[in-house]
């Protein structure tokens, strides 16, 4: 089991863990890691248990995990069955957002395939981008379509 005693200074901890020493702030600042601990010259230390920790959220938002569905497992106990329900519950959840994705990845592949076969590059000009600039126009000012087609980007 990792050590809590804290020695390692941000650069080792992102170095030990993978996430970027601006993205260990960014955690701190958003609660997914404990209270701070310092040296005597003012630096942050970390721990063993920080850095495990660091690795769980970097292999969560690999997963596309928001930071609410991480920070709900990070509150978690992996020793309670109850904590293990609301795991899959937070773990189904994701996974219909995931499936969402697909489905909206699937039309914008479809919308991007359409736009593609508009130009066989035979004409005087080219319809692709004649239907991207059509598209453009009929954007409102808030910027959203007016007409179908995808409203996101991956």
Same mark, same amino acid.
């Given at each position: 089991?990792?050590?809590?005693?804290?020695? @390692?200074?941000?650069?080792?901890?992102? #170095?030990?863990?993978?996430? $970027? +020493? &601006?993205?260990?702030?960014?955690?701190?600042?958003? %609660?997914?890691?404990?209270?701070?601990?310092?040296?005597?010259?003012?630096?942050?230390?970390?721990?063993?248990?920080?850095?495990?920790?660091?690795?769980?959220?970097?292999?969560?938002?690999?997963?596309?995990?928001?930071?609410?569905?991480?920070?709900? @497992?990070?509150?978690?106990?992996?020793? #309670?069955?109850?904590?293990? $329900? +609301? &795991?899959?519950?937070?773990?189904?959840?994701?996974? %219909?957002?995931?499936?969402?994705?697909?489905?909206?990845?699937?039309?914008?592949?479809?919308?991007?395939?359409?736009?593609?076969?508009?130009?066989?590059?035979?004409?005087?000009?080219?319809?692709?981008?004649?239907?991207?600039?059509?598209?453009?126009?009929?954007?409102?000012?808030?910027?959203?379509?007016?007409?179908?087609?995808?409203?996101?980007?991956?």
């Amino acid at each position: 089991m990792p050590s809590a005693s804290p020695h @390692l200074r941000i650069g080792e901890a992102a #170095s030990r863990s993978g996430v $970027s +020493a &601006a993205n260990i702030r960014y955690y701190e600042k958003e %609660g997914l890691l404990g209270a701070e601990q310092r040296a005597d010259n003012g630096y942050r230390l970390y721990s063993a248990d920080d850095v495990h920790r660091l690795r769980f959220i970097r292999m969560c938002r690999a997963m596309d995990m928001s930071l609410d569905e991480v920070r709900a @497992l990070l509150s978690l106990d992996l020793r #309670s069955k109850a904590d293990c $329900s +609301a &795991a899959c519950d937070v773990l189904n959840a994701h996974l %219909g957002h995931v499936r969402e994705r697909i489905a909206e990845l699937r039309s914008l592949e479809q919308d991007l395939k359409t736009l593609r076969d508009r130009c066989d590059g035979q004409d005087s000009y080219c319809h692709t981008i004649e239907a991207l600039h059509a598209r453009a126009d009929a954007q409102t000012a808030e910027g959203t379509a007016t007409q179908a087609g995808p409203r996101r980007h991956v």
